[in-house]
């Protein structure tokens, strides 16, 4: 009986890992200033190391704190992000009080590899100008699925 239960345990502790959801967000700085910036909740999560997250990473923004940014990335380009199983969605937004700052874009990786984005200039059509531009948003229906963020590519 004791090794039944046992058993039991490990396969529902190994069920329990293997259902987990965890998501990365991964930083790339090649503009050889300023700090990468992930921020959920008005709480620092990163400052340019990886992140990972044990479930949803809902609602997250990320930007290249230059020293003219704002705590949530005002005056700044700014990538905004949910990671979640079933749906994920992220896009790049100049809406102000955001601002072109630096060339900054975002691919999704270990699912949904190849999607993303990147805002090279002032005027990017790729980017949010407008709330209602919500087709800008870049999708990943992959569980499990990361993202790399890029400045100055």
């Given at each position: 009986?004791?090794?039944?239960?046992?058993?039991?345990?490990?396969?529902?502790?190994?069920?329990?890992h293997?259902?987990?959801?965890?998501?990365?967000?991964?930083?790339?700085?090649?503009?050889?200033?300023?700090?990468?910036?992930?921020?959920?909740?008005?709480?620092?999560?990163?400052?340019?190391?990886?992140?990972?997250?044990?479930?949803?990473?809902?609602?997250?923004?990320?930007?290249?704190?230059t020293?003219?940014?704002?705590?949530?990335?005002?005056?700044?380009?700014?990538?905004?992000?949910?990671?979640?199983?079933?749906?994920?969605?992220?896009?790049?937004?100049?809406?102000?009080?955001?601002?072109?700052?630096?060339t900054?874009?975002?691919?999704?990786?270990?699912?949904?590899?190849?999607?993303?984005?990147?805002?090279?200039?002032?005027?990017?059509?790729?980017?949010?100008?407008?709330?209602?531009?919500?087709?800008?948003?870049?999708?990943?229906?992959?569980?499990?699925?990361?993202?790399?963020?890029?400045?100055?590519?």
């Amino acid at each position: 009986m004791f090794s039944f239960l046992t058993s039991m345990a490990v396969i529902a502790a190994t069920l329990g890992h293997a259902l987990a959801e965890t998501h990365t967000v991964h930083f790339t700085n090649n503009c050889r200033f300023g700090t990468p910036t992930l921020i959920q909740g008005g709480r620092v999560l990163s400052t340019g190391g990886d992140y990972t997250q044990n479930g949803a990473l809902l609602g997250a923004i990320a930007y290249l704190q230059t020293g003219g940014c704002g705590f949530n990335g005002e005056g700044c380009t700014l990538v905004e992000l949910s990671l979640t199983n079933g749906f994920s969605s992220a896009d790049i937004s100049l809406i102000p009080p955001h601002a072109f700052s630096v060339t900054s874009g975002f691919g999704y990786y270990n699912g949904c590899d190849g999607a993303g984005t990147d805002c090279k200039e002032p005027n990017c059509p790729e980017a949010f100008e407008h709330p209602d531009e919500t087709y800008k948003q870049v999708g990943c229906s992959a569980p499990n699925c990361n993202i790399a963020i890029t400045f100055c590519d």
